[in-house]
């Protein structure tokens, strides 16, 4: 079914029926049901495409512009609605408009007063309000990630991929930034002028990039992805979170479909436990081995050998952002700029037959996170792919003497 739905041809087939049923006789109101059926999960962009190629085979454009009057019996006299669903409370694409704009009022009205108070009293209570509202700046850490992790990959699969490295590289530049300015106020030492260059640096880049996502970014994804993508980001938004607001109201449009979707994911999980796979030292089901992934205390994700994400797990507390839209790509885009270079390093020991493993470890807050690589081998040493284990380690660092009772 998903296939029919993605399958623009037989949409523009379908939409010729409509507009040859009009020609015909028809009322708007006998090709109103028809013509929502074919425009379901179709964004404004696709319909205009449709209809540019219906005047490319020689339909006059009268015709074309007819459909306007069915568009606006469907969306009840609103063509305004179909035309730009980024006004539509709930998608994404509103949602993370609303985020900025929470952004520019907290640094407007809140960052940079207190940071002009600062600047003629460095008090504690000055500096402590600082801190504070940087606090609340490094919120757009969710913001970027869901952009990062959600909607870049689906620009890619259209073959847009240097806008969003690009980007990446940008918001992890303000990551540092908004990083390097908390660092000079928790560790002030009576230097004004240091710490009011690295928070003007920090919001002044944030607003750089807030003009980027609104004058650029939002408006290229919305010409370039379809309804069903978008359906299917606002579906694993919560995974990552909100910054600084939460949504007030559902996507209205997508709920038919994300509920027909849950449906869908129920019963295919049902299905999971119906066959057995077999090991050389058992057997499992599907819903088992999936079950048993989540489980384990660590986030895994393996890539195969010609690079592509494959698999990563859902444990309870994930220590790294990842959603559904990463399977499929290749592994340099799931990284930021920065890190790729190590990546492929790694890779590549893997597959010389170099190394067989990599581990790093990084503190993030009170985790102590350990990363490791291996490079998963078959039975005659051939590379199948690379395995990444992340977990944190800080309670097993505490650990000492012994323990042989149960836990009450």
Known sequence: MSELINNREHRQEKLKEVIKELHAGKTVEEVKAKFA??????????????????????????????????????????????????????????????????LEDLIENSIRPNLDRFKKDDSEQNRFALIQDINLLWDIDKHYSRKENLIFPYLEKYGITSPPKVMWGVDDEIRAFIKGAKLSLTTYKGDIDEVVE?????????????????????????????????????????????????????WKRARIDLEEKAKEETEVDESLDKGYIKFETGILTSKEINHIFNTIPGDMTFVDKDN????????????????????G?????????????????????????????????????????????????????????????SQDIAPIKDLEGERRLLSE
């Open 37 to 102: 059926k074919v425009i379901e999960g179709v964004t404004a962009k696709e319909i205009s495409l449709m209809e540019v190629e219906l005047v490319k085979e020689g339909l006059p454009i009268e015709e074309i512009q007819y459909l306007c009057d069915v568009h606006a019996a469907v969306f009840k006299g609103s063509i305004e609605e179909i035309h730009n669903p980024e006004e539509t409370p709930g998608h994404p694409v509103y949602t993370m408009r609303e985020e900025n704009e929470a």
């Open 308 to 327: 592509i994400v494959k698999y990563f797990s859902q444990g309870k507390e994930r220590l790294f952002a990842r959603t559904k839209a990463v399977i």
């Open 329 to 389: 790509r290749t592994v340099e885009n799931c990284h930021p700029p920065a890190s790729v270079n190590v990546v492929e390093k790694i890779v590549n020991s893997f597959k010389s037959g170099e190394k067989d493993s990599e581990s790093f470890w990084i503190k993030m807050g009170e985790k102590y996170v350990l990363i490791q690589y291996f490079a998963v081998r078959d039975e005659n040493g051939e590379f199948l792919g690379t395995l990444e284990f």
């Open 198 to 250: 690295k928070v003007e640096e920090a919001i002044d880049q944030v607003i750089e990039m807030i003009f980027k996502e609104d004058s650029i970014l939002f408006p290229m994804c919305l010409d370039t992805l379809t309804e069903d993508e978008w359906i299917k980001i606002y579906n694993e938004t919560e995974e990552i979170g909100y910054t600084l607001i939460e949504p007030k109201e559902k």
